[in-house]
């Protein structure tokens, strides 16, 4: 039976070892000093941000961005997408979708809860908040119960499970229905997080002093009760603004920490185009260098062969390679990825007994 290994190469051949791309990050924002940015996704080509007042922006590279038409002044606090449309929600259970992230439909998600965060995948919507739901169409929604009486603010897929976010506190769920809570290993307080690169990374804040949820408001909130920021979640940051971290672990669970890039508040992050983009207070967008291309498990073609799959960014020029013994590598293609995933078949790849393959990064974006 066929074999197939493969290692990712995060390096440019021509240089070696590039930098850490979670460890340079570069200020991207639509309006100076504009409406607090309180979640991000990436789909369909694009990247979309929400947040305070209803306030709706969309990139296809972080550089230009559009104002949408969310149709409502609700502060939205989550966003996410999948099955063809993206869904964003937000305080008193405001709930919306859309095909393009441009023009926004209202949606009745059951319950007036606050909501505040959004992931697809195992063919479902989950979305957390107040209240956790899922929907298998991000139109009919199911209140489910995550085992916890935090409010939950973040959440994404990967690795085939749920992972959301509140402070210090994990819970986790492969069906979006049961969850467990973890036994977290950070000293930061994590409020979003995004699925890339077979890695969780979550931004947060160093963490203090636990009080009460309600206890302090957000100064940007008129006296409102904060829907993205630390009274909701009952961490009170050092000062304010509070010290923004970013995080990454491989499973949810174990964390590690990287120095903030801003001194404004992170309170989102999204994963697409081979890079994270993270969003925050005042109109905050930073983005993360370029991560190097990722080569998925190797399928077995219907053709014959084995069927390769690489995700990187839309741009980035690379080699795909195979070897039998990890010391003699022969190319199989060059290529261009043109839609931030690429496809090849290898011929060889299900008739050799043991099949190695790597991506090597010849140019970036």
Same mark, same amino acid.
């Given at each position: 039976?066929?074999?197939c290994w493969l290692a990712a190469l995060a390096a440019l051949a021509e240089f070696g070892h590039a930098a850490d791309p979670l460890a340079t990050w570069t200020w991207r924002n639509p309006q100076a000093l504009g409406n607090a940015l309180r979640a991000a996704c990436?789909? %369909? ?38 099955? $063809? ?59 489910? %119960? ?7 603010? $973040?959440?994404?897929?990967? %690795? ?5 976010? %509140? ?28 699925? $890339? ?86 109109g905050t967008i930073v983005e993360s260098g370029v991560l190097g291309p990722l080569l998925e498990p190797p399928q077995v073609s219907a053709r014959g062969g084995a069927r390769l799959t690489l995700n990187g960014a839309v741009g980035q020029g690379c080699q795909v ?45």
């Open positions: 039976m066929m074999q990436y789909g %369909n080509g694009q990247f979309v941000v929400v947040g305070s007042y209803g306030t709706v922006f969309t990139s296809p590279d972080t550089v230009a961005w559009t104002a949408g038409n969310s149709g409502t002044t609700a502060w939205l606090d989550g966003v996410g997408y999948g099955n $063809g449309q993206f869904v964003a929600v937000g305080e008193f259970g405001t709930l919306l979708t859309s095909s393009n992230g441009v023009l926004w439909t209202m949606r009745n998600p059951g319950t007036a809860a606050a909501l505040s965060g959004v992931a697809y995948g195992n063919g479902m919507f989950v979305v957390t908040g107040q209240a956790t739901l899922t929907s298998p169409d991000g139109v009919t929604w199911t209140i489910r %119960n995550a085992g916890t009486n935090s409010w939950l603010a $973040g959440v994404a897929y990967g %690795n085939g499970r749920f992972v959301a976010v %509140n402070g210090q506190e994990v819970v986790t769920s492969l069906d979006g229905i049961t969850w467990t809570s973890e036994a977290t290993a950070t000293n930061r307080s994590l409020v979003g997080v995004a699925y $890339g690169q077979e890695r969780f990374v979550a931004v947060g804040w160093t963490y203090s002093v636990v009080v009460p949820p309600d206890s302090f408001a957000d100064p940007e909130s008129d006296g409102r009760r904060l829907s993205s920021t630390p009274s909701r979640r009952g961490v009170r940051p050092t000062g304010w603004p509070p010290a923004s971290s970013i995080c990454t672990s491989s499973d949810g669970v174990n964390w590690s920490s990287y120095s903030a890039p801003t001194a404004f508040t992170l309170l989102a992050v999204a994963y697409g185009n081979g890079r994270f983009v993270a969003v925050g207070d005042v390679q195979a070897s039998a013994d990890l010391d003699h590598w022969t190319t199989l293609t060059n290529l261009t990825l043109t839609n931030a995933v690429g496809q090849i078949i290898d011929a060889s790849g299900s008739t050799d007994p043991r099949r190695f393959y790597r991506a090597v990064v010849l140019s970036g974006p």
